[in-house]
């Protein structure tokens, strides 16, 4: 029968081969790209555009995350037993205490980010912390700071990174074909239009692979803190509750968008469509997937593939 347990040694070897296969993924793009270009020198240059793109984003996202969402420092004298709730966490989990922000709005959400444990913050809407029982907001809680031990918003970089790769060397070779330009030794024969019409294909379908894979680690991960978040706080109950009240709230956020949207522990862009098309581009897991794990419904770890 699953458990907790199994949920999370499944999601931990899912994330893994996610990740090795994005690694394949890149090398066989990079390699594809490079050679019907006959220019080693795109393919680095692509890697240092890629590296220096994303470390800047990496090194101060949490400033800029909190200022597009409009989030203020919490004050733990005003504030004592919500500092005191995620103070007792950290301490049963063995991390320092992050920074503890608020967005004042009546929507129910939360997130996590900064580069390491050691530079962490966690963000609560005044909704979450007024509407939750003390239980939920917990697992809320635990949910959070899993991401942060888990390092997943490293782990998300590095896809990010990947990602951010296969998009700049498809733009490369969209542009380099345009301009009748390719290659053209005559070493390259029969083959060297065949990858040449291979990489033209890549260009188009590449980048969209490349998402869906990004968007792939990022689900599973989200799946990863929930069983470990409900082993925190061993109440996997609080962060089920938690999970249906955020949910169902129809509180909108405000000053969400797309490239934040994936931080949350729900959408809050509210996405109700379930295709088989869009599930494969969520940023979440479906809210009742979440809930079914954690409430031991899904008698298979195998089954809560996103």
């Known amino acids: 029968?699953?458990?907790?347990?199994?949920?999370?040694?499944?999601?931990?070897?899912?994330?893994?081969?996610?990740?090795?296969?994005?690694?394949?993924?890149?090398?066989?793009?990079?390699?594809?790209?490079?050679?019907?270009?006959?220019?080693?020198?795109?393919?680095?240059?692509?890697?240092?555009?890629?590296?220096?793109?994303?470390?800047?984003?990496?090194?101060?996202?949490?400033?800029?995350?909190?200022?597009?969402?409009?989030?203020?420092?919490?004050?733990?004298?005003?504030?004592?037993?919500?500092?005191?709730?995620?103070?007792?966490?950290?301490?049963?989990?063995?991390?320092?205490?992050?920074?503890?922000?608020?967005?004042?709005?009546?929507?129910?959400?939360?997130?996590?980010?900064?580069?390491?444990?050691?530079?962490?913050?966690?963000?609560?809407?005044?909704?979450?912390?007024?509407?939750?029982?003390k239980t939920e907001l917990e697992g809320v809680v635990a949910h959070e700071l899993s991401h942060i031990g888990n390092r997943d918003i490293l782990l998300g970089m590095v896809a990010v990174v990947l990602a951010g790769f296969v998009s700049i060397?498809?733009?490369?070779?969209?542009?380099?074909?345009?301009?009748?330009?390719?290659r053209k030794d005559s070493n390259g024969g029969q083959l060297g239009y065949i990858i040449t019409i291979v990489a033209l294909a890549f260009s188009i379908l590449a980048p969209i692979a490349a998402l869906a894979i990004k968007l792939a680690i990022s689900r599973k991960r989200e799946f990863l803190a929930d069983a470990d978040g409900a082993l925190l706080t061993r109440y996997p109950e609080g962060l089920a509750s938690a999970l249906e009240k955020i949910s169902s709230d129809p509180n909108p956020l405000p000053a969400v968008n797309k490239t934040t949207a994936h931080l949350f522990i729900d959408d809050p862009l509210k996405k109700k469509k379930v295709g088989i098309f869009t599930k494969l581009f969520r940023t979440h897991p479906p809210v009742t997937e979440r809930i079914a794990a954690l409430r031991g419904e899904i008698k298979d770890p195998k089954s809560n593939i996103s």
């Not at 060397?169 to 390719?182: N, V």
């Open 169 to 182: 060397m498809a733009d490369i070779f969209l542009r380099w074909s345009f301009f009748g330009r390719g």
């Open 1 to 133: 029968m699953a458990t907790l347990y199994t949920h999370k040694d499944s999601n931990i070897r899912k994330t893994y081969l996610l990740v090795t296969l994005f690694f394949l993924f890149v090398i066989a793009v990079g390699f594809v790209f490079s050679y019907a270009m006959n220019s080693r020198g795109i393919l680095f240059l692509a890697v240092i555009i890629s590296i220096v793109m994303s470390f800047g984003s990496y090194w101060w996202s949490d400033k800029i995350v909190l200022f597009m969402n409009k989030a203020h420092a919490l004050d733990p004298e005003q504030n004592k037993e919500t500092y005191r709730l995620v103070e007792n966490l950290c301490i049963t989990a063995g991390l320092p205490v992050p920074k503890i922000y608020i967005i004042e709005t009546a929507s129910l959400n939360a997130f996590a980010t900064g580069r390491n444990p050691e530079h962490a913050v966690i963000v609560l809407t005044t909704g979450l912390i007024d509407k939750l029982e």
